[in-house]
């Protein structure tokens, strides 16, 4: 089953798309359930919910005004266990309040991209690699404890190697091979463990080296998700932009077009993947042989 968060917004996407369909408006849909527009608005992007009988209501209005609409009593069972208590709780309160909905994304997304540059992205961070960075950096809020980042860390990590795993494309900057982070040894560990990640049947990992024409503006740290949809809406799709303090969900269509071109343009600049695991090998022997 889906995560809470992920549930919310397939319902929202299908919500919409059936208004859509409808050709009805958000003014009306609000009529029908006796709530405020700015409910609806916010119950399609999966910010809010509304009862069971309101859902069973509105969804009754829009299927009597489209043809040939298909069963869609399952969109109630996606509004069931949609609760958050407790789920960032214990050594999950690690994570910012913003980053937790990109936590739920990567758990239930089909396809990922990301693109990294001064740091190895944290799905491929070794525990040693993470803990130099939350004890040197102080990569982390001054009130959590470090044991409790990494055992976070780490459980999303699982992802690359469970049952039916994500596709999913790394593209990191040579500087996040060079720029140490810890000590030598923790380097060398840590681009060791990048190859045997890379070897991962669902993995693509690509580097972009120092000497390329890189065809593109310098970029933030970005991320992107598709997550399977089970109704006629589509895919859900998300790009989630890193800043220092705070992160980003972009899902207008043209948002998402943009980055995909975007990240189209950075796997061209970047090494091929064998190419890359044979730079990836260089970088450990010279951390091994000094």
């Not at 869609?72 to 789920?87: H, I, M, P, S």
């Not at 961070?125 to 470090?146: C, H, K, N, W």
């Amino acid at each position: 089953m889906a995560t809470p968060t992920v549930r919310r917004l397939q319902l929202g996407n299908e919500l919409r798309h059936l208004r859509e369909l409808a050709n009805e408006t958000i003014e009306n849909a609000a009529k029908i359930v006796e709530r405020t527009t700015s409910t609806i608005s916010r119950l399609e992007l999966g910010q809010t919910a509304l009862t069971q009988r309101q859902l069973g209501d509105l969804l009754d209005f829009y299927r009597g005004k489209i043809s040939n609409c298909e069963d869609t009593a399952w969109v109630l069972d996606l509004a069931k266990g949609n609760e958050q208590r407790g789920r960032w709780s214990g050594y999950r309160s690690v994570y910012a309040k913003h980053f937790r909905m990109a936590v739920d994304l990567e758990r239930d997304a089909s396809a990922i991209h990301w693109y990294q540059t001064e740091l190895v992205s944290g799905l491929l961070q070794t525990e040693a690699y993470m803990r130099s960075l939350f004890v040197d950096a102080e990569v982390r809020p001054v009130d959590q404890g470090i044991d409790d980042a990494i055992k976070a860390r780490l459980e999303r990590q699982t992802i690359l190697t469970t049952e039916n795993p994500p596709d999913v494309g790394f593209v990191l900057s040579e500087s996040a091979l060079r720029r140490v982070v810890g000590s030598r040894d923790v380097m060398r560990d840590q681009i060791t463990h990048l190859i045997k990640c890379a070897e991962l049947p669902n993995v693509q990992m690509q580097v972009i080296p120092f000497e390329a024409r890189t065809p593109v503006a310098p970029v933030y740290n970005f991320t992107t998700y598709r997550v399977p949809s089970p109704g006629q809406a589509g895919p859900l799709e998300f790009v989630y932009v890193e800043e220092y303090t705070d992160g980003r969900y972009l899902d207008h269509p043209s948002d998402v077009d943009a980055y995909a071109t975007l990240w189209n343009r950075l796997v061209g600049a970047a090494l091929d993947p064998m190419a890359s695991r044979d730079l990836l090998r260089r970088v450990a022997e010279e951390y091994d042989a000094t």
